[in-house]
């Protein structure tokens, strides 16, 4: 990772208590050639995955409530947020993680899942990559109720709603995730349901 307009300087860690918090001084070379000295602060989390499950027949998508405190502490008054499943790769690849957090969240067992993009949901100050995907699913592969894993502490309600319903929680406001926004505009682009 070498580009010759950028030269880090000096890397300071501020947290390691949940993930990696860092302040980073760089000289950055600009278009008339001169140089400058920024301090950017950076949260490294690790990469992540995210997935649209989609019945064709039904058309339906699994969506997920959650409680997400940043959220709460930024104007949502209840601090929930629905979301697509979604998780941290952590040692895994990016569609391993994501069938493993399907059934741990959704409590589908999906097998096959299409990766539509990838993506930087706040290149301004988080480092993270999140690997986006579509899956189809059927009431045969429910394995489980879902909602998460206890030792994560996870507190996953599972809902499955018509996508013409889901899609217009957009316009209305209601759908304020990122990556669950992209991806029901992909499946609406691309008639999955």
């Known amino acids: 990772m070498k580009n010759p307009i ?3 300087q000096k890397t300071e860690l501020l947290s390691d208590n949940w993930y990696i918090l860092n302040k980073v001084t760089f000289d950055y070379q600009k278009k008339d050639d001169s140089w400058i000295t ?10 992540g995955a995210a997935i649209l499950l989609y019945n064709t027949q039904q058309k339906t998508v699994i969506l997920t409530r959650q409680f997400r405190l940043p959220t709460y502490l930024n104007a ?23 069938i493993r957090e399907t059934e741990e969240e959704t409590g589908y067992r999906i097998s096959k899942v299409k ?16 690997y986006l995907f579509v899956g189809e699913y059927d009431e045969s592969m429910k394995v489980s109720d879902g909602g ?6 996870e507190n996953i309600d599972v809902m499955e ?22 991806l029901l505009q992909y499946a609406k682009i691309h008639n999955l349901v």
């Open 76 to 98: 949502n008054e209840t601090g929930m947020m629905i979301e697509v499943c979604a998780g941290l790769l952590d040692a895994d690849n990016p569609e391993q993680c994501i």
């Open 38 to 47: 920024q301090k950017r602060e950076v949260y490294d989390r690790g990469n």
């Open 6 to 8: 950028i030269k880090i």
């Open 148 to 153: 998460g894993v206890a030792h994560e502490e």
């Open 161 to 182: 709603m018509p996508f013409d319903e889901a899609y217009a929680m957009i316009e209305s406001g209601q759908m304020q995730d990122a990556k669950t926004i992209i």
């Open 115 to 130: 990766k539509v993009m990838e993506t930087y949901m706040s290149p301004g100050a988080v480092t993270e990559i999140l």
